[in-house]
């Protein structure tokens, strides 16, 4: 399973490492990191169909995480990836908009990796 994470905090990408280094190294699970709202659009250009799960934080500079959303939603449909919003705020406006935009998940921070990995399956 591809899984594109996109958050503007570099320290996201060590911290899914360290917290999947098991499903990373049996191959369960395979990471690819954006860390803008603008360089997930652009290797979602490219890679289309590869990540099947993007786990998008909502709060970034430029291009919201909300506003990514809502790109994927309209321009990605076979197949639709799923998308799970992060954010440090669990706030009913967040957390409808991105509902109405269509998110399949919402999670909060700090995530909790083993519900998250519950979540996944893996």
């Known amino acids: 399973m591809k899984i594109l994470v996109v958050d503007d905090e570099q320290d996201v990408k060590t911290l899914f490492e360290q917290r999947f280094r098991k499903e990373i190294r049996e191959n369960a699970v395979q990471f690819v990191f954006a860390f803008s709202g603008e360089e997930a659009l652009a290797y979602l250009n490219v890679n289309k ?11 970034m500079p430029g291009m919201s995480g909300l506003d990514l959303l809502a790109h994927i ?34 999670l909060t921070k700090p995530v909790d990796f083993t519900a998250l990995k519950e979540k996944l399956k893996i």
């Open 49 to 59: 169909h590869e990540a099947v799960l993007i786990l998008s934080d909502i709060n």
């Open 73 to 106: 939603k309209q321009k990605f449909h076979e197949p639709p990836p799923v998308v799970m919003m992060i954010t440090a705020y669990g706030d009913a406006e967040n957390y409808n908009t991105a509902k109405k935009l269509g998110a399949d998940d919402f």
